[in-house]
């Protein structure tokens, strides 16, 4: 039977992927520990390693899961960001991922963050408990008729720019791949990066992060944004330069910022750490502001997702031929 090492588990990884269609087929072996170097070791035996947002699938790393003979390595999330495609190619290791398993978990998730942040419902749901019902600071504002922003209109941005339509705002979207029916149909605009930042009073992010998006946010264009923005970034951390994001809240210029990601979220997120002293300075910082909203990249976190994302990992793994290293269908 074809064994899966299956790195970074949780409960929750550990029971979706046990029960989905094709799993009596695989032997999975659980690890709760992260995908590097060393702990790649580990897979040995294995003919496939499945890995997420956080494990670092550097040359390093797949030179060392080659070694052991693994064939594919099964990414359980969307973005490959943390995988260097190239070492793989040339040490024969298939890739694979889910690239769509649920637009709609992460969608209605940035939405959710914006309107607990801008009706302040993170702030009252404390205030509630502590029996203390005034109304002073709860002040929010109304998403009909704002402008809102989208970065990315791929599966994700689209879902998320409807919704906010739906909520009667005006949506600038910014994608270097137009998708221009699907604007006209929905009532978008698309417009360059520099007008979406210039006139947007909330923005969302949903592109990649690639080199070209890496702190596509930072001093010198946060500085263009409207005064007050609202920044949500259910992406990719790295998107922004968290230092500037910092210094746009002291000074008051960002009006409130909703994350589901953060740059350097590796080692954190995902870990219960309460009890800790937390050593990540700027992190630290972001959650002292009363306008800053943090989840640890939660998002994808539905049973819907869940369920999709261990059902296409375990057909992606039944679909290697393990003697050539072929696969079927979806790679990257
Ligand atoms: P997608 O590939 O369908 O769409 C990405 C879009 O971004 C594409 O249309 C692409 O043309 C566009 N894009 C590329 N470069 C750009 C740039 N410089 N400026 C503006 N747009 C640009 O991806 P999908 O499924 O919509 O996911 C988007 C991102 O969401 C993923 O890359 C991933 O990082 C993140 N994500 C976060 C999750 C979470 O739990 N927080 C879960 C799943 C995805």
């Not at 064994?3 to 979706?16: C, G, I, M, N, S």
């Not at 973005?79 to 260097?84: E, L, P, Q």
Request: charge should be negative.
């Amino acid at each position: 039977m074809l064994k899966l090492a299956v790195y970074d588990t949780k409960p929750y990884d550990r029971e979706y992927l046990s029960a989905a269609p094709g799993s009596d087929r695989v032997e999975l072996q659980f690890h709760d520990f992260r995908l590097n170097p060393e702990t790649a070791r580990l897979a040995k035996g294995a003919a496939a390693v499945c890995a997420f947002v956080n494990d670092q699938l550097d040359r390093a790393c797949l030179e060392v899961l080659a070694e052991t003979g693994v064939k594919l390595v099964a990414l359980r999330c969307a973005g490959f960001n943390n995988v260097d495609v190239e070492a793989a190619n040339d040490l024969g290791i298939a890739l694979v991922r889910v690239p769509a398993y649920s637009p709609h978990s992460v969608a209605e998730h940035a939405v959710g963050l914006l309107l607990t942040l801008n009706r302040k419902i993170h702030r009252s749901y404390n205030r509630v408990r502590e029996q203390n019902f005034s109304l002073g600071g709860l002040v929010g504002f109304n998403l009909h008729g704002k402008t809102i922003g989208v970065i990315g209109t791929g599966k994700i941005g689209q879902l998320t720019a409807q919704i906010f339509r739906g909520f009667g705002a005006e949506v600038l979207v910014q994608d270097p791949y137009p998708d221009n029916d699907w604007a006209d149909e929905q009532g978008m605009r698309y417009v360059d990066f520099e007008t979406l930042l210039k006139e947007s009073e909330i923005v969302s992010l949903h592109a990649p992060l690639m080199p070209e998006t890496l702190h596509m946010l930072n001093e010198e264009t946060i500085a263009t944004m409207r005064p007050g923005v609202y920044i949500v970034n259910t992406s990719r951390g790295k998107l922004i330069d968290t230092s500037a994001l910092i210094a746009a809240l002291k000074s008051g210029h960002v009006g409130g910022v909703a994350l589901d990601v953060y740059e350097e979220e590796e080692g954190i997120f995902f870990e219960d750490l309460s009890g800790l002293v937390l050593a990540d300075d700027e992190l630290a910082r972001l959650l002292t502001f009363p306008n800053v909203l943090i989840t640890a990249h939660q998002a994808f976190l539905t049973d819907e997702a869940l369920s999709e994302i261990a059902r296409v990992t375990i057909e992606n793994v039944l679909n290697l031929d393990a003697e050539t290293a072929y696969i079927e269908g979806t790679t990257l």
